[in-house]
């Protein structure tokens, strides 16, 4: 989500596109019973987290200042609602997401958003499912099971065992470690909260601001 028109100027430590408010990365899977899921594997705002650590005191005196963001309550509603948007265009079957507990198998409890995937996104999501008329439920999903973890180095990005100790050599990318620590992981099964597309009326508009009513979505602009 980038905010091409608005008047400051971030710098996004992941992307070098002006104005990144927010970025997911998905990926399309299928459940256990053969729905085909938008799956969220990660939500994130880098502009946000940086005002949090600027306003906690924790931004670098040497870094520029971190000029004031839109949506500083409501950025992950946005993104729930164009990825639902997305999904329905896509035609799967429902939209879903990782959870708190997922992303810390991951990342590491300290590195994850604990707010955002505990609280945040699950009331988005009832807000949504609340509109809309949609189903909120949550799906089993075959996983693989996460006994190694990926983080960067000075020399690239490593697949480290529990004990935080590298298994390979560094990869030159993340997906490429990812992807490794994938084959090398055993299968389990997940369940992962999820809204339901089934009845949902074409989206032809999206509320800029909260969740409006349904005919606020599916009426032509």
Known sequence: VQ??????????????????LAHVRTSVRESCDGQRLLYLDEVQSDWHADLVAQARGEWPKNERPVHAAPFAKEWPLLVLKLMLWR????GVDALAWSTFEMQKRIWGPSRVPEALYK?????????LSKAL?????????????????????AR????????GNPVTRPFAGRQQAERFAE???????????????????????????????????????
């Open 3 to 20: 905010l091409d028109d608005w008047p400051s100027d971030y710098r996004a430590r992941h992307f070098r596109t002006r104005n990144v």
């Open 87 to 90: 999904a329905q265009a896509m």
């Open 156 to 163: 690239g990005w490593l697949v480290i065992d529990l004990l």
């Open 183 to 221: 084959l090398i992981a055993e299968k389990i099964e997940r369940k992962v909260p999820a809204l339901m597309l089934a009845g949902l009326p074409r989206i032809r508009q999206i509320p800029f601001y909260g969740v409006g009513r349904l005919v606020d979505w599916t009426r032509p602009g």
């Open 119 to 127: 609280r945040t996104l699950p009331e988005a999501a009832k807000s």
């Open 133 to 153: 008329g949609l189903e909120l439920r949550e799906i089993p999903i075959p996983f693989h099971a996460w006994r190694y973890g990926i983080k960067s180095s």
